[in-house]
């Protein structure tokens, strides 16, 4: 049974999250350090007005998106990373 994971960024912690809802050190993650290293830079950019709702600014999601996807390859079957909002993913999952 793969290790549930959710892809939230959020100030001071983050992007992933056990379903238990704390933080997840990425150094504990089996992730290439070039990924951890962007993973975490990218997160700390982190700021309510980057969500689509308060702005039209896409870069910032859109390297979001592409992390994601890379974590999602570097954790292979041993996990499964879920987002629970849309712009995230198409299929998002259920709460």
């Known amino acids: 049974m793969p290790v549930v994971l959710e892809f939230w960024p959020e100030y001071h ?3 992933f999250w056990t379903r238990a809802g704390a933080s997840v050190d990425l150094t504990t993650l089996p992730l290439p350090d070039q990924l951890r290293v962007r993973l975490a830079a990218w997160n700390a950019r982190y700021e309510d007005a980057k969500l689509p709702f308060e702005s039209n600014d896409t ?3 859109q390297e979001g ?3 994601l996807a890379e974590a ?3 954790l292979g079957g041993d996990y499964e990373v879920v987002v629970t909002e849309a712009w995230w993913d198409d299929k ?3 709460p």
């Open 13 to 15: 912690a983050g992007p």
């Open 72 to 74: 999602r390859a570097a």
């Open 65 to 67: 998106l592409v992390l």
């Open 59 to 61: 870069e910032w999601l």
């Open 92 to 94: 998002p999952a259920q």
